[in-house]
């Protein structure tokens, strides 16, 4: 009884701690779990010897029991993450502006024999000006070879400015040209640096195609730290070599004849003391009779003049000759009739300019190839051991084996498969010895699609219908040969035309420009134009060509002049048809009269 009523008062005792404990004032919960001791409940006594009825034994003190909250801790807050580096914004690639610049200034040598009032006269402009441009004082003593500064300049030219961040490639591709083109235009290196606010002068082929728009800015993500640092990879080393370019020799040829306009007063004798040559020989060129009647204003050849040129090399451009010869690449491509940025092609005469300077081969240094890094060496890695495949039962394509067995009533006689041949057997590959065992099948290769065979030659009355309505005559004229062989083993895969020199010559049809120059032996200044379902034109010896490459042409749209280019010797027009009748076929020559209208 007495073990009971222990145990009852401290029951009461704890229910009373726990009631004072929830009325006392709660702090927030934390957001994380909160671990609390548990109450110190002292174990039950044992049981005492039972005691006489009479004595009752005194109750034991308990120690008092004290609850106290955790204090609050505020949950751990993660750090901003650091702010990303300010970058600068990317700018367009040649977005530089298009000013017009002025020619460069043109200049007079004086020959043997000058003096400033016929060079006065020969340039158009007066003494006195020419005197001022020169600093000359009267009576005015030129010596020959001397150069005389103009006051005429060349016709004026578009250039772009260079802009922060340009490079030469990126301004050739917004203008639809070459670096080595723009580079000869304004007689500088394709690797030469460009400072900003520089003016370059683009060719008369150029098309403006716009800045290229700068790429998005990328934003920069935070890469979480590792162990180990990055070791940058080692950068190839890099090595410069001296090449010698413009290697070319020096020669001499026959220059254009010297011409004399006639003024008023002057004889045939004058003139051919001033020509240096006499009077026969002046009449003669000029085809005069006696009295050799002249009238003012009357042009004479007078006679053939010498002058130096320069041999083409592998490799020569415009503007490395120009270099060289210390002129400028516009008065290279003047003096031999071309486009200043032209290709030139190896062993081509090029007339030098008066005033030139030779300064022999040009050096320039290049960066030699890099050389190759030795790979570093991989561990070897054993080759695993060779696990045979597994035993599989034959299939059922596999021919029974030839042993004697009984047989089959026809009920269970299995129905027939179509017959699959066997795959080839794997090349240099071991088989597992047992005959029985079954190898696996290798890959099958992809199949590469054939190539579609070319159609055969289209017959003329097909080439006709086809054709009917497409073409009008490049030109009007007398046909000096027909298509088709020509014996000798000689063949005309087109007709020539007769022309005057400089008449108009006139696409066929429309279409678009793919070649025009002068790169293909015997056809002199060529065009060819692509047109539609197959059909190409092309029109040979022509004096001058008015297009350009990846031009759009309209039909009857004038792209050249009738000349005797490429070595003909009248003046004419080559002119040929060729269709292919599917895109895998070649384009063969066809008779043009077919398809050109009666």
């Given at each position: 009884m007495?073990l009971f ?28 779990p909160?671990?609390?001791?548990p109450l110190a409940?002292p ?5 005492p010897?039972?005691?006489p009825?009479d004595?009752t034994p ?10 106290q ?5 505020a949950?751990?807050r ?6 990303a580096?300010?970058q ?24 043997r024999g ?8 020969t340039?158009g402009v007066?003494l006195q000006?020419?005197a ?5 004082a009267?009576?005015?003593?030129l ?8 006051p ?6 578009t250039?772009y400015?260079?802009?922060?961040g ?7 591709r917004?203008?639809?040209?070459t670096?080595?083109?723009?580079a ?11 400072s ?5 002068v683009l ?8 800045a ?8 920069p993500?935070?890469?979480p730290?590792s ?14 070599v ?28 004058a ?8 009077r ?21 050849k ?6 130096k040129?320069?041999?083409v ?9 120009a270099k060289?010869?210390g002129?400028?690449?516009?008065a ?7 486009k200043?940025g ?14 030139y ?8 240094t ?22 045979p495949p597994p035993v599989?039962?034959p ?7 030839a ?6 009533p026809?009920?269970a006689r299995?129905?027939p ?7 080839p057997?794997p090349?240099a590959?071991?088989t ?9 099948p290798?890959?099958?290769r992809p199949?590469?699609t ?14 006709s219908?086809?054709g ?8 009007r004229g007398?046909v000096l ?5 020509k ?13 005057q020199a ?27 134009v692509?047109h539609?379902d ?8 022509l004096g ?11 039909q009857g ?8 280019t490429?070595?003909v ?8 048809v060729?269709?292919a009748?599917?895109?895998?076929d070649r384009a ?5 009269k ?5």
């Amino acid at each position: 009884m007495t073990l009971f009523l222990s145990r009852t008062a401290l029951i009461l005792l704890a229910g009373s701690a726990l009631a004072a404990c929830e009325s006392l004032p709660q702090a927030s919960q934390p957001n994380y779990p909160v671990r609390t001791a548990p109450l110190a409940v002292p174990p039950p006594a044992p049981a005492p010897a039972p005691a006489p009825a009479d004595q009752t034994p005194p109750a034991r003190p308990t120690a008092p029991v004290e609850s106290q909250n955790l204090p609050y801790i505020a949950p751990a807050r993660e750090l901003p993450p650091p702010p990303a580096p300010s970058q600068p914004a990317p700018r367009p690639s040649a977005g530089g502006r298009l000013v017009e610049t002025p020619g460069a200034a043109q200049t007079y040598t004086v020959k043997r024999g000058d003096n400033l009032a016929a060079i006065a006269r020969t340039l158009g402009v007066s003494l006195q000006r020419l005197a001022e441009e020169n600093s000359l004082a009267p009576p005015y003593a030129l010596r020959p070879g001397q150069v005389l500064k103009t006051p005429l300049t060349g016709a004026t030219s578009t250039a772009y400015v260079v802009a922060p961040g340009d490079t030469l490639y990126a301004i050739a591709r917004r203008f639809g040209l070459t670096p080595q083109a723009l580079a000869e235009a304004n007689s500088m290196g394709v690797n030469e640096s460009l400072s900003v606010g520089r003016r370059l002068v683009l060719p008369e082929t150029y098309r403006d195609r716009g800045a290229t728009p700068a790429p998005a800015a990328s934003t920069p993500t935070r890469r979480p730290p590792s162990d180990r640092a990055e070791t940058p990879a080692p950068e190839p080393e890099r090595e410069t070599v001296t090449v010698r370019r413009v290697t070319g020799k020096v020669v001499e040829v026959s220059g254009p004849p010297v011409s004399y306009t006639v003024k008023k007063g002057d004889n045939l004798d004058a003139i051919a003391r001033e020509l240096k040559t006499d009077r026969k020989q002046l009449a003669d060129d000029n085809k005069l009779k006696a009295p050799y009647a002249l009238q003012p204003g009357q042009k004479l050849k007078g006679p053939k003049t010498t002058a130096k040129a320069y041999v083409v090399g592998e490799d020569d451009t415009m503007a490395l000759v120009a270099k060289r010869f210390g002129v400028t690449a516009k008065a290279l491509a003047a003096a031999n009739d071309m486009k200043v940025g032209a290709t030139l092609r190896e062993g081509r005469k090029l007339t030098l300019p008066s005033g030139y300077k030779d300064r022999g081969p040009i050096r320039e240094t290049v960066a030699a190839a890099p050389k190759p890094q030795a790979p570093a060496p991989r561990p070897i890695t054993p080759p695993p051991a060779y696990t045979p495949p597994p035993v599989t039962p034959p299939p059922a394509a596999t021919p029974p084996v030839a042993t004697p067995q009984p047989t089959p009533p026809p009920a269970a006689r299995p129905t027939p498969q179509p017959y699959t041949p066997l795959p080839p057997p794997p090349a240099a590959r071991p088989t597992p010895p047992p005959p029985t065992r079954p190898t696996t099948p290798p890959a099958t290769r992809p199949q590469t699609t054939p190539i579609v065979p070319s159609s055969g030659p289209v017959a003329d009355s097909t080439i006709s219908s086809l054709g009917k309505g497409r073409f009008v005559w490049p030109v009007r004229g007398d046909v000096l040969s027909d298509f088709g062989p020509k014996g000798t083993g000689q063949r005309n895969d087109g007709i020539n035309i007769r022309a005057q020199a400089g008449e108009p010559v006139r696409a066929a049809a429309g279409g678009d420009v793919v070649y025009a120059g002068d790169q293909v032996p015997g056809f002199g200044n060529l065009v060819l134009v692509k047109h539609a379902d197959g059909w190409v034109t092309a029109y040979g010896h022509l004096g001058r060509v008015d297009v350009k490459m990846t031009q759009d042409i309209v039909q009857g749209q004038q792209i050249g002049m009738a000349g005797s280019t490429g070595g003909v010797s009248e003046t004419q027009v080559h002119f040929e048809v060729r269709y292919a009748p599917t895109p895998q076929d070649r384009a063969r020559p066809v008779d043009p009269k077919l398809v050109l209208p009666r």
